[in-house]
Structure formats: structure tokens, C-alpha cells
């Protein structure tokens, strides 16, 4: 069978309301569908902001023909609409803006590992950069979906303070296959609206085959 990678993008019309503190999405709290979302870009100068924020559903990884089920895509999530899509690999995708330098990660998670371990290896792998402060770790469940999270600042290249939340997410069970990982990350003034990202890709991501 011809097989063929492309990504498809639909429109997502469910509606999304403001996030709070990383430490609400630390302990599973996530948006409620009952607010109006607009399209304005959202500028870095102030952060980013959930009223900012509109959604579509992304898949990528799809293949020609009836693959997984009907869905012809290996792994998707809702991601902010006008973000730019750059495929790391086959299932593993960067979403950015025209401005500011935040962004999402999707990617197929160390599904060998269970979520909470997959929080400690990352957490490990963290030890030795620049002015590390572990905001939180937890874990948490949504619906049908388990997930760990750890949230951290730490200082970059260019001597900036960067907000990063990674995510792993064992979409079908019981936390035991990290299957999913999601990250955000951007300045400390951005972390609401990254949140709430965060927070809609949790409840939509989907990793198939």
C-alpha cells in the first residue's frame, strides 16, 4: 500500500476559559468549555493569554488508506490555531507562533516507562542546567486519561528565565505507559495561557497502532 505522511488540521469548536497558577494544572484542575475564544494573536510583551487563544485539532504521522481505525493518523492533540507545525519526526511535533517564543511538543512518550517514572528520568536528565527550580511534580487523572507533570524554570543561553511543563500521559490506562509526552514552555509571564494549552492538549491528544 502507498503510503504517504502529511498532517491534517480541522477546525475545534469547543470553547476554553482562563487558567490559572501552574498549580492548578498540577493538581488536574483543567479549562471548562463554557467561554468564547477569539482569534488575536497574542503578543510576548504581557505573556501569553487564554482569551488569546482559539484551537484546532492537529494529526499528523497519516498515512493513505484505513489505518488506525479509520483515523489514518498515528498520533494528534487540539493545538492553538495559527501556530506553525515543524515535524521533528515522524511522530513528534513542534508548535509555534509568528511571534513570541513559546511553544507546544507533541511526541510519542517513553512508553516503556510508566508516567511517573517517565517524571523521574526527565527530572534526572535535569540536574545540570542553569539555575533549575522545580516548580512541582504530581500526578493526576482526568476522564480516561492519567498523567505526571513536572513544572520547572530555569535560566537560557541568553540569561532568561524560561516556564517549561512536561507532561506524560498514559491515555488509555491506568499511568502504567507513559504513551504520551507534552511540553510548553516560554517566559514565566506566559504560564496561564501555556497552561491552558497544556491543558487542552491533555484531553485530546491520542497516539494510535
Known amino acids: 500500500m502507498n503510503k504517504k505522511i502529511k498532517l491534517a488540521v480541522s477546525a475545534a469548536t469547543a470553547g476554553i476559559a482562563a487558567v490559572g497558577a501552574a498549580g492548578a494544572m498540577l493538581l488536574g484542575a483543567l479549562p471548562s468549555n463554557a467561554a468564547t475564544t477569539h482569534n488575536v ?15 484546532v485539532n492537529a494529526r499528523w504521522f497519516c498515512m493513505e488508506g484505513n489505518w488506525f481505525g479509520g483515523k489514518d493518523c498515528h498520533i494528534g492533540a487540539v493545538v492553538p490555531k495559527g501556530w ?20 507546544l511538543r507533541v511526541a510519542q512518550g517513553p512508553y516503556n516507562l510508566s508516567t511517573r517514572q ?3 528520568q526527565k527530572q534526572k536528565a535535569l540536574k ?12 493526576a487523572r482526568s476522564g480516561r486519561v492519567v498523567y505526571s507533570t513536572i ?12 516556564w517549561v511543563a512536561t507532561r506524560f500521559q498514559d491515555a488509555y490506562g491506568d499511568g502504567s505507559s507513559a504513551g504520551v509526552e507534552l511540553t510548553v514552555a516560554g517566559t514565566v509571564a506566559d504560564k496561564a495561557g501555556l497552561t491552558t494549552v497544556l491543558a487542552r492538549a491533555t484531553t485530546s491528544a491520542f497516539l494510535a497502532g
Not at 494573536?41 to 484551537?55: E, M
Not at 507545525?85 to 517564543?101: E, Q, Y
Open 151 to 162: 513544572v520547572y524554570t530555569y535560566t537560557d543561553a541568553a540569561n532568561h528565565t524560561r
Open 41 to 55: 494573536a497574542a503578543g510576548n510583551a504581557t505573556g501569553l493569554k487564554p482569551s488569546s487563544l482559539s484551537f
Open 118 to 120: 517517565a517524571v523521574a
Open 128 to 139: 545540570n542546567t542553569k539555575n533549575l527550580k522545580i516548580q512541582g511534580v504530581a500526578t
Open 84 to 103: 506553525k507545525v515543524t515535524s521533528l519526526n515522524h511522530s513528534d511535533a513542534k508548535f509555534t507562533p509568528r511571534s513570541g517564543s513559546y511553544f
